[in-house]
């Protein structure tokens, strides 16, 4: 199975947690962040150990926390969503290692990407005022606007969503996909392999019936044969032949030899000559000679 046929059916599954750990380590990637208090250390009551302690600014959310959200407000659809990682490679690639930012440059180049993806992708997307309501008031909408900005100068407007970048940035859920549309087939494939070894077994079983009635059919056909047989001889025996009708009839009256007959009854049987033309022309001649 093929790449693009992968990213048909990932394109229509909807969004999963897994989706959303992809987004948050590979955004997580892009760029280092430092705290924005240095760590202090206190002591513990009851105990000798010094630990430290770190200072959370106040309103700070998660990157998981705020990437469920804008997907929460935003309804946003699972190609969208995944295109962002075409964004995030990108600037991954151009950030330099030993860049380092704030706590919430995380959030902003996450949702800048997501603002560019929803723009490039989509005939309608929200509007930045609709994105700064969807952040629960962790950025304005001034910080939302230069975000956007920032991440396009960086792209240098190359903005365009390529199908092969994305086929790369998808790669570890295509090749999931594809696992299990080969491992449904070599099921299948065995499913009809054992039914066509039954249907092939049921059929050899049935054969010895049908050579029985074969036999049968063929027994039977002889019998009626002989049969027929049978009945066509006594039929011809039983009917006079021409040779016997001859012997009964005409050639039982026999021929009385010539010594036994009287010559009355000889003289009185006409006797029969058969003159030839050349006779008939001897006789002529030699009766003109006579005269």
Not at 123 to 128: F, R, T, V, Y
Not at 129 to 138: R, S, V
Not at 212 to 224: D, G
Request: charged share 20%; hydrophobic share 35%.
């Amino acid at each position: 199975m093929s790449d693009k046929e992968a990213l048909k059916i990932f394109s229509r599954k909807p969004v999963s947690d897994d989706m959303i750990e992809f987004l948050v380590a590979t955004t997580n990637s892009t760029i280092q962040v430092k705290s924005s208090s240095a760590p202090t250390y206190s002591k513990v009551d009851g105990s000798r150990m010094d630990v430290m302690v770190t200072s959370v600014p106040r309103g700070y959310v998660s990157l998981t926390t705020f990437i469920k959200n804008l997907i929460k407000h935003s309804n946003v659809q699972t190609p969208t969503l995944m295109a962002t990682l075409v964004y995030l490679n990108k600037v991954r690639n151009i950030l330099p290692a030993n860049a380092v930012g704030m706590e919430t440059t995380r959030h902003r180049i996450f949702l800048a990407s997501l603002i560019l993806a929803a723009k490039s992708l989509n005939d309608s997307s929200p509007l930045n005022k609709h994105w700064t309501a969807y952040t629960d008031g962790l950025l304005s909408n001034q910080e939302v606007n230069l975000a956007e900005r920032e991440l396009i100068s960086l792209l240098k407007w190359d903005i365009n969503i390529k199908e092969r970048e994305l086929l790369v940035a998808l790669q570890p859920f295509l090749s999931v996909i594809k696992d299990q549309l080969l491992a449904k087939l070599q099921r299948e494939t065995m499913e009809k392999a054992n039914y066509y070894r039954m249907s092939h077994m049921s059929s050899s079983s049935s054969n010895p019936t049908s050579r029985s009635s074969s036999i049968n059919s063929l027994a039977s056909y002889s019998s009626q044969l002989s049969l027929s047989n049978s009945l066509s001889s006594h039929s011809l025996r039983s009917q006079p032949s021409c040779h016997d009708l001859y012997n009964n009839g005409v050639g039982n009256s026999k021929r009385t030899p010539l010594g036994s007959k009287s010559l009355n009854t000889i003289s009185k049987q006409p006797i029969r000559v058969k003159r030839s033309l050349s006779s008939d022309f001897n006789l002529a001649e030699a009766g003109q000679i006579l005269v």
